[in-house]
């Protein structure tokens, strides 16, 4: 990969992961809790929520790497649960809003490598239509991956907001190890790595093909997971 590819996918890899971040603080914000807002991290510009190892090194080290695995992150925003209108129902929204803000920014990525190819500005093969199937494949991998239902991520605050009783303690207390368990299964077991990878490639297809630029993502595809 060549540094101009490198350099345009960092900068896409930093504004999926602290865009993910900041809409996590505006739908708190919305929700009752100004936390994030006090704090200035209620912004879209990068700078407050960057962490250096986290949201900069570790994803160019992977992108730079080839290993097709891509993991990076950013200081979280601070919920304060008591803050929240409705906690149990607004937690789940906070948590929700992420990935949500990933894959909106998937489909927009998507629309313009669409209207670039069909300018002639981004045709397969070309370096800006890597850079830009690359950020849409980094925005789905982050919604999918921080969907899964093991706290602490994402998809755990939904499905608390369903439980209730011994079962709610019991799941709650699986986020001391969560970490652990994602880890192992992420990297451990085949089939859910299988799962996972299913998942990104039914997302981005289900995104790329009524844009027509499927074709431009399957390579990234390939490269990315099927190594």
């Known amino acids: 990969m060549d540094p101009v590819t490198v350099a345009g996918s960092a900068v896409l890899v930093?504004?999926?992961i602290t865009t993910h971040e900041a809409c996590h603080g505006f739908a708190a914000d919305r929700l009752g809790d100004p936390t994030a807002r006090e704090l200035g991290r209620l912004t879209l510009n990068p700078l407050p929520h960057i962490d250096l190892f986290l949201t900069i090194l570790l994803p160019l080290l992977?992108?730079?790497?080839?290993?097709?695995i891509i993991l990076g992150g950013a200081k979280p925003v601070p919920v304060d649960l008591s803050r929240l209108r409705h906690p149990r129902r607004d937690w789940a929204l906070v948590g929700a809003a992420g990935p949500l803000s990933n894959l909106a920014m998937a489909i927009g990525l998507a629309?313009?490598?669409?209207i670039l190819s069909a300018a002639g500005l981004a045709a397969p093969g070309f370096r800006l239509a890597e850079i830009l199937s690359i950020g849409i494949f980094v925005n789905v991998l982050l919604a999918v991956f921080n969907l899964i239902p093991i706290p602490p991520l994402d998809g755990s605050r939904v499905v608390q907001y369903f439980l209730s009783?011994?079962?709610l303690d019991a799941y709650r207390r699986l986020e001391r190890f969560g970490l652990l368990v994602i880890v192992a299964l992420v990297?451990?077991?085949p089939p859910a790595q299988r799962f996972l990878t299913d998942a990104i490639v039914a997302c981005t297809a289900a995104i790329t093909t009524p844009l027509g630029v499927w074709s431009d993502m399957e390579p990234?595809?390939?490269?990315?997971?099927?190594?």
């Open 14 to 16: 930093v504004l999926a």
């Open 62 to 68: 992977l992108i730079l790497s080839g290993t097709g």
């Open 111 to 114: 629309l313009l490598l669409a």
């Open 165 to 167: 009783g011994s079962a």
């Open 187 to 189: 990297f451990f077991f």
């Open 220 to 227: 990234i595809l390939h490269a990315a997971l099927f190594r």
